[in-house]
């Protein structure tokens, strides 16, 4: 397997873009996890979803922010108005369960 | 409040010293515990994975273990390498999913 695939890997936009964020999970997992990382707040979990059902959702910052999973192997982290302060890296991840969570390579999004 | 942290925010020391790196939780009603590698411009990478009814876990040169009592667990890294020189991020999981992340320990192992 490929292990997580997250696109693009940098994206670069104007405040007020909207901006989306890919990521095909592990084939099999039925967890999915998109996190946020940056320096002041260090590595922040956003939502999880469960065989493509949102589970948890209140780490996502405020109302701009939206994910969906429309089937086993495809999410989007959806921003709309993007805002500087977005600025960060947003990993993907999937699991088998409750165990090991596998990481995909993450997007570094830059909100000029 | 569930909180994770990691003492020392970085660390740095000669190539073959043994060290230990630490992780405290607030709470321990924790249902596994994770540490992770991170490099540079990387993803994270699972290293060791602790369920709560385990005390430590080895995978060649690294063990960490688990005290849920006391709130802490450790990575123990044996005869380092500068091929070891990453952030360690240890992540504490409540309610099966929901975990909460240190903010890490930058190692740096020197030739």
């Known amino acids: 397997d490929a292990g997580v695939i997250q696109s693009p890997r940098h994206e670069v936009t104007e405040m007020g873009q909207e901006v989306t964020l890919r990521c095909k999970p592990i084939?099999?997992?039925?967890?999915l996890f998109w996190y946020r990382q940056t320096m002041m707040r260090g590595l922040e979990l956003l939502i999880y979803f469960n065989n493509n059902v949102p589970i948890d959702d209140s780490g996502m910052p405020e109302d701009r922010f939206s994910a969906k999973m429309p089937n086993a192997s495809f999410s989007t982290l959806k921003i709309q108005p993007s805002e500087p302060r977005d600025s960060a890296v947003y990993f993907c991840a999937s699991s088998w369960g409750p165990e090991t969570q596998y990481f995909g390579p993450g997007t570094r999004l830059l909100v000029l | 409040k569930q909180e994770v942290t990691q003492i020392p925010a970085a660390l740095s020391v000669p190539e073959g010293e043994n060290l230990v790196l630490n992780c405290s939780f607030t709470?321990?009603?924790?249902?596994?515990l994770q540490w992770f590698r991170q490099d540079p411009g990387k993803g994270l990478t699972s290293l060791l994975l602790?369920?709560?009814?385990?005390r430590e876990q080895t995978s060649g040169r690294l063990n960490a273990s688990l005290d849920k009592s006391s709130g802490r667990s450790t990575l123990y890294i044996a005869a380092s390498q500068p091929g070891d020189s990453a952030t360690y991020l240890c992540a504490a999981s409540y309610n099966n999913n929901d975990m909460r992340f240190g903010a890490g320990t930058r190692l740096t192992v020197k030739p």
């Open positions: 602790i369920q709560s009814s385990q």
């Open positions: 709470d321990s009603a924790i249902y596994n």
């Open positions: 084939s099999g997992h039925d967890y």
